[in-house]
């Protein structure tokens, strides 16, 4: 079972009282006399679980307020854009959305800008935008067996089948693979973007994939598949992402987690651009900055708070194992999703040349 500070548990005791308030912003009682009906696209399944009890619930019992989930695609660039541009609103505003995805909407004008004051300030620049505020990160990291290697391994180790042999997986996805590769080799994760601004970059990534490549078991193409290869061992090593590694290790299997080299990326929440409800959904997503909200939605799955205060409200043992932990995001880089938004396609097309020769 997951334990929670005292403070975290009064919090929860007290969802419709006086803690509730602590993060509510005066501007509040301006929706009241509005329809008291939020929609927001959503993707489902336990992060919407997790965001009904940390966000929605408090909300409602709070302002009187219901926000109601409307599923979307779980990567509505095109979507959004069709809301827009028809003035058709399915939904009042998006969670869940990948900050890269946002940043692309907000390049082509699709997206509201947000209200910055308060206790979204205490977000750290590179979790928001104008127009798009971080709620929980995920980071790709690498996971091993336990019971296979009594020490945590490196990237580079990954490269070593000699001294620690065992079943290998790789995504089969060329950003997360050639970053992977770059960290392998000795790069830096910030620098990996510097270092495939050029040509010899992305040689020096192919050249350090074809030496681990005839020792791969499994390109995995879902994350969803990556628990069960872990769980069962098909798999010694396997990079995936964190919470999908958590799961496996809470359910009592012995599986480990090397931070150090592994990359971020921040989810939060954006408003299409001329949504009815733009205010509306400002003060909610202005409320969702809040610490102790953010510590209840991201305990539940294992995601980082981009509110660092809101570790504070996370027994310690579990804050420990997410991902902006002081301790795990330290030797950790943010995805340079403007890196790769312009090359996704072309370095896509490359790897799987690569895969298929």
Not at 213 to 235: C, M, N, R, Y
Not at 279 to 293: E, N, T, V
């Amino acid at each position: 079972m997951i334990m929670l500070k005292s403070t975290r548990r009064t919090f929860v005791k007290t969802l419709a009282g006086t803690a509730a308030a602590i993060a509510m912003p005066a501007v509040w009682t301006g929706a009241r006399g509005q329809e008291n009906r939020l929609t927001v696209g959503d993707t489902g399944g336990v992060a919407t679980q997790a965001y009904t009890e940390g966000f929605y619930k408090p909300y409602f019992e709070q302002t009187g307020i219901e926000v109601i989930p409307v599923e979307r695609r779980e990567s509505p660039v095109a979507e959004v854009r069709a809301i827009v541009e028809t003035g058709t609103y399915r939904y009042d505003f998006c969670e869940g959305i990948g900050h890269d995805v946002a940043a692309t909407l907000e390049e082509g004008g699709f997206l509201e800008e947000l209200d910055l004051s308060g206790e979204t300030e205490d977000i750290p620049d590179n979790m928001k935008s104008s127009t798009f505020i971080g709620s929980n990160v995920v980071a790709f990291i690498l996971a091993y067996r336990t019971e296979k290697f009594s020490q945590p391994l490196t990237h580079a180790d990954v490269w070593n089948p000699e001294q620690f042999p065992g079943r290998r997986g790789l995504r089969q996805n060329a950003r997360d693979t050639l970053q992977f590769a770059l960290v392998a080799d000795g790069v830096a994760p910030a620098e990996v973007s510097n270092v495939l601004a050029d040509e010899a970059g992305w040689g020096r990534a192919f050249a350090k994939l074809d030496e681990i490549k005839s020792h791969i078991d499994v390109w995995w193409t879902s994350a969803a598949q990556t628990p069960t290869f872990l769980q069962t061992g098909e798999l010694d090593i396997c990079p995936t992402f964190n919470s999908r590694a958590q799961s496996v290790i809470d359910s009592g299997s012995p599986v480990g987690i090397t931070w150090d080299g592994g990359f971020f990326m921040n989810y939060g929440w954006c408003i299409p651009k001329g949504s009815p409800k733009a205010d509306m959904a400002r003060d909610f997503i202005k409320y969702c900055s809040s610490p102790q909200g953010q510590a209840i939605a991201c305990e539940r799955m294992a995601s980082g708070p981009c509110n660092p205060k809101a570790l504070d409200f996370i027994e310690p043992e579990r804050a420990r194992i997410l991902p902006t932990h002081p301790d795990n995001i330290a030797n950790m880089a943010l995805t340079d999703f403007r890196f790769w938004g312009p090359r996704q396609e072309e370095a896509t097309n490359r790897f799987n040349e690569w895969l298929m020769a």
